[in-house]
């Protein structure tokens, strides 16, 4: 009996060795999303698609000299332009299948193209953070029209000439909050002096001049958000131009 019992006391023993080892793995692997493991883990999930649309978009525009996007008014910000034409690639035969991640398969991407002219180079836009834009700039907007056209910002300084932090609460969109694409860190948003809500990129181009040790000084004229599209798939969506000034990125309120 004393024999009976020590074995199921090592049985025990066991399976909740087992049950804590699953559970240790389980919080490491879900440890790893942040900080920057969501950018990392949809970076890895993204590749193979935007390699695939790049060889589509090639052949497509070898064929045919011009580039399969729809076309956009010239009020369209940079970074949401040239959006690519998924529809008339798959029917012309160009890509066998839409990835799944795109719109038009009911994803959360559109593909775009950037350095149309040059380069073309494949993309994706996050449309989960244009929503959440998009949601934050109507409550600006219902809050400027009953605050004869004042902008719910935070207390304090400018955050950058001419551009202002968005006081969520304030705007009573304190559950709006956005986690960036490229780090996974906390946006916040931004404001000007028209109303417009932006998202402030600054912390995420720091963080890519810091860890490929780029010499933004030396880029005066640069426009830094090419920094994040030259190190990631994704776009800088709902942002403005990035000048390096006093040794920091810093949004300039003019221009799109």
């Known amino acids: 009996m004393k024999r009976l019992n ?10 909740f060795l087992v049950l804590v080892m699953l559970a240790c793995l389980l919080t490491v692997l879900s440890g790893c999303m942040y900080p920057g493991g ?32 729809i076309t956009a008014g010239p009020e369209t910000p940079r970074y949401e332009k040239y959006r690519i034409d998924m529809i008339q690639m798959h029917d012309k035969g160009y890509i066998e299948e839409i990835p ?19 380069d073309p180079t494949v993309k994706v836009m996050d449309l989960l ?21 004042a902008s719910p910002v935070q207390d304090g ?11 969520l609460k304030l705007a009573g969109a304190q559950n709006y909050k956005v986690s ?49 599209t030259d190190h990631s798939y994704y776009v800088p969506v709902k942002s403005l131009p990035y000048r390096w000034l006093d040794g920091v990125p810093v949004a300039i309120a003019t221009g799109i």
């Not at 953070?129 to 056209?149: A, E, I, L, P």
């Not at 400018?158 to 551009?163: I, K, S, V």
């Not at 490229?182 to 000007?192: A, H």
Request: no cysteine; glycine share 4%.
């Open 6 to 15: 020590r074995h199921i006391v090592s049985l025990q023993s066991r399976t």
């Open 38 to 69: 969501q950018e990392q883990t949809n970076t890895r999930s993204y590749r193979e698609s935007v390699d695939r649309v790049q060889r589509a978009l090639d052949q497509f525009q070898t064929d045919t000299g011009i580039l399969p996007i």
């Open 100 to 118: 799944s991640a795109a719109f038009e398969q009911g994803g959360s991407v559109y593909f775009l193209v950037l350095n149309e002219e040059v």
């Open 129 to 149: 953070t244009v929503q959440k834009v998009n949601d934050v700039q109507r409550m600006v907007d219902s809050y400027r029209s009953k605050h004869d056209g």
């Open 157 to 167: 300084p400018e955050a950058y000439p001419g551009l202002y932090m968005v006081d």
């Open 180 to 228: 960036s694409v490229f780090s996974g860190q906390e946006q916040p948003f931004l404001v000007d002096d028209e109303g417009v809500v932006y998202l402030d990129y600054a912390f995420d181009i720091m963080q890519v001049i810091d860890k490929s040790q780029l010499d933004a000084k030396a880029d005066q004229e640069k426009d830094l958000r090419e920094y994040l």
